[in-house]
């Protein structure tokens, strides 16, 4: 089989280890295998960027399994001499291996070494750190979400309805609402008075959802509730104060991808953060 790269290293990444397998020609030329294991702390991870330096490897491919091969990327990829591939797991599956490779590594370099891997796309650093970004904010609404249906079950327990009535139990009538709550107002007519905007068209109906059993056991898991909710929308807020000011050279493609139809500006930038502006670059990205 043709070797298409002759200075070429294969790494098995684990949690706590990287097994490196480097294979390069001896001085008659034949290929020489050498296997080094090396922790995933940055001081051995640069120790195996600079055993990889001094033996003038060039290629250095590691599958994409979780997310351990992130901080061994990420220190080798300060290094222009490295042309780095990530393969995808699936993809080292379909390749029939020989049973005489007992190490991944071994195995991963011989692939290599004979041209048999496709890289995934990886994006640059500041794009990958976007993805962070904006898939951190997804998380802080999905658990804000959490935690308005745990609110509604608080209120169902106590035998308030508003959720029957208000269409965002969580908008500016409904935290009126629960600050009087937890200041101990209980009356049905006063809780009503809170009503802000179309709310207040739904008045009797209103008294009539808030006639409940409100004990101080509902006020104390109402303030919990609503002290973490409070928390992720500031979290939240932070995160997209910081997603603005780092997509502003991307105003242009943000603004192209908000006059599509079902698309705001918040999923604009979900997609910019997960395959960049160059699209034609973007397949088989690892997660």
Known sequence: MDVVVERACGLDVHKRTVVACLIIPDPS?????ELRTFSTVTADLLRLSDWLSAADCTHVAM????????????VLE??????????????MKAV???????????WIATLLRHG????SFIPSRPLRELRDLTRYRSELVHDRVRLVNRLHKVLEDANLKLAMVATDVMGVSGRAIFAALLAGETNPERLADLARGRLQNKRQELEQALQGQFRPHHAFLLAELLGQIDALEEAEARVTTE?????????????????????????????????GTDITRSRQCPP
């Open 29 to 33: 030329g034949k290929p020489h295998k």
């Open 63 to 74: 599958e994409s399994t979780g997310i351990y091969w992130r901080p061994v990327y990420n």
């Open 78 to 91: 300060a290094v222009d001499q490295f042309e780095l591939l990530v393969v995808n797991a699936q993809h």
């Open 96 to 106: 029939p291996r020989r049973k005489t490779d007992t190490y991944d590594a071994a």
């Open 116 to 119: 048999l891997l496709r890289g």
């Open 243 to 275: 997603l603005d000011a780092r997509l502003q050279a991307e105003a242009t493609a943000l603004t192209l991808l908000d006059t599509i139809p079902g698309i705001n500006r918040r999923i604009a930038q979900i997609i910019v953060a997960e395959i």
